[in-house]
């Protein structure tokens, strides 16, 4: 009888695994697939075909898929090939304390992608992907003006303290913070807008809020000070790369696909920088009805708009800015390469740009699914993300070290006795 093998079965969303099958025929054609249902009741699938070698065994470190989801030798592939069986669905894990994705692995006849064979099944095995390591703790925060959830590491500490923001998705997102707290960091997960008593929109972006919220962490007995990280996706890189320009408590900032200029109003006590030029009629609805916004907002390069730019050079911590070049919804790679060249321009060394091929603008923690395209609150039209799925994986996983490396450089004690 086929077995599955996998270690470890109980990991962090992040850890790799090693799955095998055992005791096929020799050279037997099989289906491997793996299902996630998540808290909504909505299921994830992945489908792979696999031929078993002479001995009836598949190392999936070793053997290649020769269809389904992807073909070649990826180790993790049926984690990051899931796709929603209903469209348009992003996979976001809401309780990450206490509950992991539970994710079904299992062996097949070959025909089971063309048509349903209750007989079909050979083997399952069930795998726990964890957001959070045991002992991490998950703290609720309304303290002044600020909301949030502070999630601290098992031990005493203090631990390098950072502020996880997200974009237009709005309310409060929870994962990567927990998943920084496993990896050793204090991580604030910060709400701006459209939560609880904070303001509906986020066309106004007062920074006195965010330094508000800086000064909390670095009040915590358990967070080393005396500076803190950024990690900050989309609109929240806008938000992170102006707290690096406004507030000399932020030593290290991760931009993950974000905008250096203004849209809407960003406001820092006496300073305001404006809108650049945004023309909606420039958005584009392909043929699948999926919107593009990237071609709505004006040139920065152009004069008209050099009122809106970030004075990135002010910076006086260490900016690391992340990229998919297959991004859909902003020019990234454009505003990033910009925003290197203004620092530059100004004697300044203290940015890096990494730069994905073929990644998309959701870059996540290693092994999620790509989101190509999925409904967003504030948007009617479903959003285009892009990305290809192998290259989005793999900017994914090289990207995730990459974050960590930097912020534990720039936000170790050795580093922050410099500052």
Not at 167 to 176: D, K, P, S
Not at 221 to 236: A, F, N
Not at 260 to 286: D, M, Q, T
Request: hydrophobic share 40%; proline share 6%.
């Amino acid at each position: 009888m086929a077995q599955i093998i996998v270690h470890p079965k109980i990991a962090l969303i992040d850890e790799p695994l090693h799955i095998r099958v055992t005791s096929l025929l020799p050279n037997q054609m099989v289906v491997l697939q793996a299902k996630l249902t998540n808290e909504k009741g909505e299921d994830f699938y992945s489908q792979v075909f696999y031929k078993a070698d002479e001995s009836g065994e598949i190392d999936l470190e070793h053997a290649a898929a020769l269809g389904g989801d992807y073909v070649g030798i990826h180790p993790m592939g049926l984690f990051w090939s899931l796709k929603p069986k209903k469209i348009l669905t992003r996979l976001l894990k809401q309780d990450v304390i206490n509950s992991p994705f539970l994710v079904q692995l299992s062996v097949h006849d070959s025909n089971i992608i063309f048509k349903e064979s209750p007989g079909s099944l050979k083997a399952s095995e069930t795998v726990e992907r964890w957001y959070s390591a045991p002992g991490v703790q998950r703290i609720q925060i309304r303290e002044g003006r600020i909301r949030g959830v502070l999630f601290l590491p098992p031990g005493e500490g203090p631990f390098p303290g950072v502020i996880d923001l997200f974009g237009h998705i709005g309310g409060l997102t929870e994962f990567r913070a927990s998943l920084l707290a496993s990896r050793g960091f204090a991580a604030l997960a910060l709400a701006y807008f459209a939560y609880e008593d904070l303001p509906k929109t986020a066309e106004v972006v007062d920074i006195e809020y965010f330094e508000e919220a800086a000064n909390f962490l670095l009040s915590h007995p358990k967070v080393l000070g005396p500076r803190i990280g950024i990690v900050s996706i989309s609109q929240g890189a806008q938000i992170g790369l102006s707290m690096a320009v406004f507030l000399e408590q932020v030593a290290a900032t991760v931009c993950i696909n974000g905008f250096f200029f203004s849209v809407g109003c960003i406001k820092y006590k006496n300073e305001n920088i404006h809108s650049l030029n945004i023309f909606p009629e420039r958005a584009r609805i392909n043929d699948l009805g999926l919107l593009e916004i990237r071609s709505i907002f004006g040139s920065p390069r152009e004069e008209a708009n050099k009122h809106a730019l970030l004075p990135v050079e002010r910076a006086q911590g260490h900016i690391l800015f992340i990229v998919g070049e297959k991004d859909y919804n902003l020019n990234s790679k454009c505003y990033a390469e910009q925003a290197m060249e203004q620092l530059r321009r100004h004697g300044k060394s203290n940015g890096t740009l990494l730069s994905y091929p073929g990644a998309g603008h959701l870059i996540e923690p290693p092994y999620s699914p790509l989101c190509l395209a999925s409904q967003t609150p504030s948007i009617l039209r479903p959003v285009l993300w892009g990305g290809e799925t192998i290259p989005h994986a793999e900017a994914q996983e090289h990207s995730w070290k990459e974050i960590l490396k930097f912020l534990r450089h720039h936000l170790s004690p050795a580093s922050s006795s410099k500052l």
